[in-house]
């Protein structure tokens, strides 16, 4: 497994491919657990200051203790409730589903920073969807490799249209991502294979027709 590292932090590839994507004065991360993200923000300078919130005691003190001697903040809470509008300049929440991610963020929106990255661990359809629905614009999306294929997303909060979604049919888009399909992403051919094939085994059926046609849609792009 590649590692990014740092003194005695080392990063799983997912999480390296999020840390890449941020630098801010003042960054909060949800659901830390070990805080070897914002560890790692920490010490390469990308951030000053950390805010980590944690919904459980086990993780919370965990993520005190590696904190300790940084320039840090733990706090014990449900997703934004413990943040203060404008308290923070960017935000991480990675290893959730992407509709549990989306609801974390939809239950607070006054209190989401300007930066946003975002790591889910399948589709990232309603992340694209909270981002298009909440003025957030699309300016980075990857897909990782690891345990799975990890989708990894970065958004800025912005007006007008989303300059990403330009030329690329919005159904697919969301779907499978406008920068993904631009880019030809090979690990994101490889899914949209993988899914015709279960999909092919299927009885026919009007909803299996559909979704059909939205993999035939984005494979043309790699053509």
Known sequence: MSLGKLGSVRLE???????DLINAPIHLDIGSDHAHLPLYLLQSGRIQKAFVIEKNLSPFKRSQKALESYCAEVRLGDGLEPVQKGEVDSLSLCGLGAL???KILAKHPERVPPKVVLQSNDTA??????????GFHLKHEDIVQGFWRYNVLAFVKAEGNDAAYHGVPKTAALRYG??????QHPLLLAELQHQRHCL????????????????????????
Do not use: C, G, N
Request: hydrophobic share 45%; net charge positive.
């Open 13 to 19: 590839t997912r999480l390296q491919t999020v840390a």
């Open 100 to 102: 549990r991610i989306a």
């Open 125 to 134: 359809e309603p992340l694209r969807v909270w981002a298009s629905e909440s």
């Open 178 to 183: 406008p920068l993904l399909l631009k880019a």
């Open 200 to 223: 092919s085994k299927l009885p026919a059926h009007p909803q299996i027709e559909q979704k059909l046609e939205l993999i035939d849609m984005a494979r043309a792009y790699f053509t």
